[in-house]
């Protein structure tokens, strides 16, 4: 019994020790524009790796904040959900001309990316809004072991 309980203790130290030593790179979202008096908003922001051969969903944010880890140096996609009042454009064009989102991201206070403009993928009307899907793809400078890196998302409808 006493071997019994020695064993399962080490393991638990063990298990414990694993955890504690997880180096993957952390994305944390620190900020996302807030809803405007019409209604445009960011939905969500989903960021998904590239692992050699296949796009992965890492994570959807659905909130202003949250964190996500991430592989060692693989390439990191961001699609970014919006919504723009129907009342504000015609028609698909003009919601996709009149949305723009950027992003940054920074490690350690330095830009990697600064007011990147994401690139439109997909716009469609369903009731009062048109929903569109915005896409930026990190390819240099990846995310490294050990290491925190912030994003913040700023979107402006122009009406």
Same mark, same amino acid.
């Given at each position: /019994?006493?071997?019994?309980? #020695? &064993?399962?203790?080490? &393991?638990?130290?063990?298990?414990?020790? /694993? !955890?504690?030593?997880?180096?993957?790179?952390?994305?944390?979202?620190?900020? &996302? *524009?807030?809803?405007?008096?019409?209604?445009?908003? @960011?939905?969500?922001? =989903?960021?998904?790796?590239?692992?050699?051969?296949?796009?992965?969903?890492?994570?959807?944010?659905?909130?202003?904040?949250?964190?996500?880890?991430? +592989?060692?140096?693989? =390439?990191?996609?961001?699609?970014?959900?919006?919504?723009?009042?129907?009342?504000?454009?015609?028609?698909? *064009? =003009?919601?996709?001309?009149?949305?723009?989102?950027? /992003?940054?991201?920074? +490690?350690?206070?330095?830009?990697?990316?600064?007011?990147?403009?994401?690139?439109? #993928?997909? &716009?469609?009307?369903?009731?009062?809004?048109?929903?569109?899907?915005?896409?930026? #793809?990190?390819?240099?400078? !990846?995310?490294?072991?050990? =290491?925190?890196?912030?994003?913040? @998302?700023?979107?402006?409808?122009?009406?």
């Amino acid at each position: /019994m006493k071997k019994l309980l #020695i &064993c399962a203790a080490a &393991c638990l130290v063990l298990l414990l020790l /694993m !955890l504690n030593f997880d180096d993957s790179p952390v994305l944390r979202l620190a900020y &996302c *524009s807030p809803e405007d008096v019409y209604g445009n908003d @960011v939905l969500y922001v =989903e960021v998904w790796q590239y692992n050699g051969s296949a796009w992965t969903l890492i994570v959807n944010f659905t909130g202003s904040v949250g964190n996500a880890k991430l +592989h060692d140096n693989w =390439e990191v996609k961001f699609i970014v959900g919006i919504r723009f009042n129907s009342s504000l454009a015609s028609s698909n *064009s =003009e919601a996709i001309e009149y949305t723009r989102v950027f /992003m940054n991201i920074t +490690h350690n206070g330095s830009y990697i990316w600064q007011n990147n403009e994401l690139n439109n #993928i997909s &716009c469609v009307l369903n009731g009062d809004f048109y929903y569109l899907k915005e896409e930026g #793809i990190w390819n240099v400078d !990846l995310p490294q072991e050990g =290491e925190t890196y912030d994003f913040s @998302v700023l979107y402006q409808g122009y009406y």
